[in-house]
């Protein structure tokens, strides 16, 4: 990382003119910064990289940084399969079938066609699997195969013969292994990655404790890539210094070609801490203090963490169950470090044993769980059976409430034509009503926010189309609203590749706002 300085990069008089892009580089000269352009370019992002006791290496803005910028673009050190996976294509990581798949020719590796037998980065298993004397031979696709955990690690290990830069780049990042070892995940790897590579490959070319630093820092530092079914996963330099928060200041996204792209949905001051969330907003604080303590072996301090109410939201909260019929409270937990201790009432100060609440909290997911995700009239029935004992926010009804934006009416414009006028108010309300939350909760998580301003806008351009049919005079205001909101889906959605599902609903978002344009007679588009 280049270091703030005050003298120029290129011939080290003292300067004042700096990059106005990143701010951490001076220049004597525009000659001068010319001359430098091509070697600074990979570094110039509006990043610095700190170190504290918490964090460990973190990044910070290094000047403001307005909404809409991209504050880091990179390509990554490596990619490979998750370590979970049913077999995919060890060339383009596609996901395979019985149908789609063909074995490589040196070594029987699965690849969904020949081209990718000659794909660079199978070369490293295919070669170790050449010298180990037969073939792999796998015959079923549907669930996860125990020989793929090892893959993404072995590819990182063999970049200190391919690749000398990118693994001294790669062994700098966080592995936790004293920290890890011994723990279930660590256990595993080391049956399944450490182990069985040596046995596997028949090679003792790393030790278990090499083999296990960079199984750690696959884990610590990995990305799932969504650009496949099943994703996969690389790994990022600069990327991999950024801290988790469960309210990120930064977006993150992919391009066709697997690049990450990191950019900011807000005003971010300089000096602020830059941050991406490790875990899944949609969960509650248990879930995800849970699951960032086991992978990342953190505890989360976030604001949103550090109040049992996630930010007045009641995103976990439950009905009040005392015996006293009247309370209308909820109840949370009543000590922010310990969920299983008992809750109380934020009303009636009413003590419930946590028996109860988890009692709910279970049968809630698991119904959830079983639950057919698509169908209407049991996202409906979820949501009345479980209001009777969940806050209207939580978040498994949340989940449900945007299951339901997007089935009802499901098909396009002409499929919400035939909803009935209550469907269509129940949509609009809905997608109102999870907006207001997700951009409490999470304002950086701009595919569920954008998903749900397109849906907004879907219900209200129908509303508007019935209210013109009827020559009510509320459509234009309906129209205008609609417009709005396909315009924040277009703004939130705007980075997301092609390939994937919002990369499409960006693209329709953008046909549907210029036909609104028209419909409204307006001429004063928007940038896009
Ligand atoms: C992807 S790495 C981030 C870079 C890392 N700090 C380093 O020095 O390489 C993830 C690790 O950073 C630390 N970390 C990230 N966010 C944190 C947070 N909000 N609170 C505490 N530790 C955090 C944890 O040790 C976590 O396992």
């Not at 490596?78 to 383009?92: D, F, K, Y």
Request: net charge positive.
């Amino acid at each position: 990382m280049e270091m703030s300085t005050q003298n120029c990069a290129v011939c080290s008089i003292e300067s004042k003119l700096k990059c106005s892009n990143c701010a951490n580089v001076f220049y004597c000269s525009v000659a001068h910064q010319k001359d430098n352009w091509k070697a600074h370019k990979k570094y110039c992002y509006p990043i610095q990289v700190r170190t504290n006791d918490l964090f460990g290496r973190y990044l910070v803005a290094s000047r403001d940084i307005k909404p809409g910028e991209i504050v880091l673009k990179e390509s990554p050190l490596i990619c490979g399969p998750s370590q979970i996976t049913p077999p995919v294509c060890v060339g383009c990581l596609q996901g395979l079938n019985n149908s789609l798949s063909v074995e490589c020719e040196r070594c029987g590796w699965p690849i969904c066609s020949k081209p990718c037998q000659k794909n660079i980065s199978h070369k490293n298993e295919c070669d170790l699997t050449v010298s180990r004397g037969s073939k792999v031979s796998l015959k079923q696709f549907f669930s996860p195969h125990p020989t793929y955990q090892c893959v993404t690690t072995l590819r990182c290990l063999m970049l200190k013969e391919t690749n000398v830069d990118t693994w001294n780049k790669l062994i700098q990042l966080e592995s936790h292994c004293d920290e890890r070892r011994g723990s279930v995940l660590w256990l595993n790897d080391r049956e399944g990655v450490a182990k069985f590579i040596q046995r596997f490959f028949k090679c003792n070319k790393w030790t278990e404790e090499e083999i296990l630093k960079v199984a750690g820092i696959v884990q610590i530092n990995g990305h799932e890539v969504p650009l496949t079914d099943p994703p996969y996963v690389s790994i990022y330099y600069f990327a991999s210094f950024l801290e988790h928060a469960c309210n990120a200041n930064l977006t993150k996204t992919f391009t066709n070609k697997g690049e990450i792209t990191l950019w900011t949905v807000g005003n971010i001051k300089k000096g602020e801490h830059l941050s991406i969330c490790y875990t899944d907003v949609l969960w509650g604080t248990a879930s995800r203090a849970h699951h960032l303590l086991q992978t990342k072996l953190f505890n989360c301090k976030c604001s949103r963490c550090e109040d049992v109410t996630e930010l007045g939201t009641n995103y976990s909260a439950i009905k009040c169950n005392s015996k006293d019929k009247q309370c209308d409270g909820f109840l949370f937990p009543e000590s922010l470090t310990k969920w299983e201790n008992s809750w109380r009432c934020n009303k009636c100060s009413h003590n419930a044993e946590y028996k109860y609440v988890a009692n709910i909290v279970e049968r809630a997911g698991k119904d959830l769980n079983a639950m057919e995700k698509g169908n209407e009239e049991h996202c409906m029935k979820y949501i009345n059976y479980y209001g009777q004992w969940l806050h209207p926010n939580h978040f498994y009804l949340s989940e449900v409430k945007i299951a339901l934006t997007q089935i009802i009416g499901a098909g396009g414009q002409t499929a919400l034509q035939s909803v009935s006028n209550e469907k269509l108010l129940l949509k609009i309300q809905l997608c109102q009503e999870l907006l207001k939350i997700y951009k409490v909760l999470a304002s950086a998580e701009t595919r569920h926010l954008g998903a749900l301003h397109f849906e907004l806008h879907a219900g209200l351009a129908e509303l508007g189309r019935r209210g013109a049919q009827q020559l009510n005079n509320s459509f234009r205001g309906a129209f205008e609203e609609s417009l709005f909101n396909a315009e924040e889906a277009i703004r939130l959605l705007d980075k997301e590749p092609g390939v994937l599902p919002e990369g499409k609903i960006c693209a329709q978002a953008k046909v549907n706002a210029e036909s609104l344009r028209v419909v409204l007679g307006s001429t004063n588009a928007i940038d896009l």
